[in-house]
């Protein structure tokens, strides 16, 4: 495995936002040509985040799983999402991790990339969901409801955090339009619910967990309400059509393989925070604490569908692509 980024320890706040960096984020970047050694090996540049989400195939990866199916994985923290998508198709990068919302607006647009596997799912667990909204402990907002005329800090918006949030204060009976979204990132929306400047935030982990640990309270997963699935999956890896025809066969390979990793992830939790305090510098008793997500390789296909139903309904898109455009087979 090759690590194209410089390994550094973070600050606290620095790690944490490394750690949620995933979703809907990417920056340009440099890979590699994607080569077949002399022995069929194919060669494959990864473009990760230093997350979470990119942990089982980090696990996969030093285990030899990927290379027993015959693919040499190099590991790019350059892009992910919707900042690799130009890399895919100028071959720079071969697969990519990110939300599936850039899949399926950049498949709308005619970019010939599709979803070849899944990464991590959303999971009910006793410390916490990976992505919870947030409030003072004192607060008179018990549901989603309760957001009626108030202010609200999410990631991102007219996209995948707005949707759940929005989806999850109607199927509430509550009115979102009634609600103020305003987008913040991850670590500045803490600082602000702390201040008092928002009354909530749509947040992922461990940033939830960090604020539990200090009396706010969650009133719930707005994604796991949007999909009516505590365990619905929307990080994924996408590759281009074209490194999909060049070489046969090189899906299958790599769901077998991040299939081997997930399993390995979800069965060994300790290394998995091992090497996600090793990654990105969170704070290892912290990460004790927050819980992990479900590692896997099959789409959640449901969320998928779900997701561009999101794109049109909130007029990102006005018409989504058919789920075996976005899906590769």
Not at 9 to 27: E, F, I, K, P, Q
Not at 294 to 310: K, P, Q, R, T
Request: with cysteine.
């Amino acid at each position: 495995m090759s690590w194209n980024a410089k390994k550094h320890r973070l600050t606290t706040a620095g790690a944490l936002v490394a750690l949620t960096a995933l979703v809907m984020t990417g920056c340009a970047g440099d890979g590699g040509d994607a080569g077949e050694g002399g022995d069929g090996t194919v060669e494959i540049t990864a473009g990760v985040a230093a997350s979470q989400s990119s942990t089982a195939l980090l696990l996969g990866v030093e285990q030899g799983f990927f290379e027993e199916e015959g693919l040499d994985v190099t590991i790019d923290y350059s892009a992910t999402g919707s900042g690799a998508i130009s890399q895919l198709i100028n071959g720079q990068m071969h697969v990519a991790l990110g939300a599936v919302s850039p899949a399926i607006s950049a498949v709308a647009e005619g970019i010939p990339v599709q979803i070849v596997s899944g990464s991590v799912n959303d999971r009910e667990d006793p410390a916490g969901t990976q992505y919870q909204t947030m409030v003072a402990g004192d607060s008179d907002i018990e549901t989603f409801s309760d957001l009626e005329g108030k202010t609200v800090a999410v990631n991102s918006l007219s996209c995948c955090w707005e949707f759940w949030l929005r989806e999850a204060v109607e199927k509430d009976g509550g009115d979102p339009d009634a609600v103020q979204l305003v987008q913040l990132p991850f670590a500045d929306a803490v600082t602000a619910l702390r201040q008092g400047e928002v009354d909530a935030i749509s947040t992922a982990q461990p940033f939830a967990t960090s604020l539990r640990q200090d009396g706010f309270r969650d009133i719930g997963d707005s994604a796991a309400v949007a999909f009516d699935n505590p365990e619905a999956g929307f990080t994924v890896f996408y590759m281009s059509e074209q490194f999909i025809a060049d070489n046969p066969g090189i899906v299958e390979r790599w769901r077998a393989a991040l299939e081997r990793s997930s399993e390995y992830a979800n069965e060994h939790p300790e290394e998995t925070r091992a090497q996600i305090v090793e990654q990105t510098g969170v704070d290892a008793e912290l990460m004790e604490s927050a819980p992990l997500p479900l590692y896997s390789a099959e789409i959640d296909v449901a969320s998928v569908e779900a997701e561009a139903g999101f794109l049109e309904k909130y007029g990102v898109l006005d018409s989504a692509p058919e789920i075996d455009e976005i899906v590769a087979p």
